[in-house]
T-cell receptor, first 113, second 110 residues
Framework: DTGVSQDPRHKITKRGQNVTFRCDPI?????LYWYRQTLGQGPEFLTY????????KSRLLSDRFSAERPKGSFSTLEIQRTEQGDSAMYLC???????????FGEGSWLTVV | GQSLEQPSEVTAVEGAIVQINCTYQ??????LSWYQQHDGGAPTFLSY????GLEETGRFSSFLSRSDSYGYLLLQELQMKDSASYFC???????????FGKGTMLLVSP
């Protein structure tokens, strides 16, 4: 069990550029979640997948954000035309379908300058 | 919608006992979870309560009262390494995801 891994861990980008984050969940977990966290706040739900199906998206999720999980394993989160307000830590998590516990990765820090 | 309230900061000394409270409002309720997060690290699972009562795991215990929409995390024999942020989170019966509170920063001093 290697845990949830995320890449890159840190990304600095210029406003207007696109960025993509990758998440590899725990291998037997069929649910995968993306959260966003800013300083002094709790993780904020963005979207989640069950296998390859994206089942829920937050109403707060801008259309500049898109997530995929093409083969039901790893997932990518892309942010297009980044804005300074996108600066945050993007957390990926995974769980079993019937599980009450979600396991987080170390996060990907995004700084938009 | 869902909302959770927890204190923003709690301070304590090594060896002491501290309680972090959480009140929640949800349209449905499936369970209350607690997560710990050290600076710059990932949130890590501590405990989960679906039914009323106390769950104990080593130095940490978690309590839930569904009728009061209230829970707490109890940390005993505090150690310096317990300095971290602690989040309560609820799963609504209508959703498969967790909604987190804003977190309580625990500062443990010598």
């Amino acid at each position: 069990d290697t845990g949830v891994s995320q890449d890159p861990r840190h990304k600095i980008t210029k406003r207007g550029q696109n960025v993509t984050f990758r998440c590899d969940p725990i291998s037997e977990h069929n649910r995968l979640y993306w959260y966003r966290q800013t300083l002094g706040q709790g993780p904020e739900f963005l979207t989640y997948f069950q296998n390859e199906a994206q089942l829920e998206k937050s109403r707060l999720l801008s259309d500049r954000f898109s997530a995929e999980r093409p083969k039901g394993s790893f997932s990518t989160l892309e942010i297009q035309r980044t804005e300074q307000g996108d600066s945050a830590m993007y957390l990926c998590a995974s769980s079993l379908e019937a599980g009450n516990t979600i396991y987080f990765g170390e996060g990907s820090w995004l700084t938009v300058v | 919608g869902q909302s959770l309230e927890q204190p923003s900061e709690v301070t304590a000394v090594e060896g002491a006992i501290v309680q972090i409270n959480c009140t929640y409002q949800t349209s449905g309720f499936y369970g209350l979870s607690w997560y710990q997060q050290h600076d710059g690290g990932a949130p890590t699972f501590l405990s989960y309560n679906a039914l009323d009562g106390l769950e104990e795991t080593g130095r940490f215990s978690s309590f839930l009262s569904r009728s009061d929409s209230y829970g707490y995390l109890l940390l005993q024999e505090l150690q310096m390494k317990d300095s971290a942020s602690y989040f309560c989170a609820v799963r609504d019966t209508g959703y498969s995801t967790l909604t987190f509170g804003k977190g309580t920063m625990l500062l443990v001093s010598p």
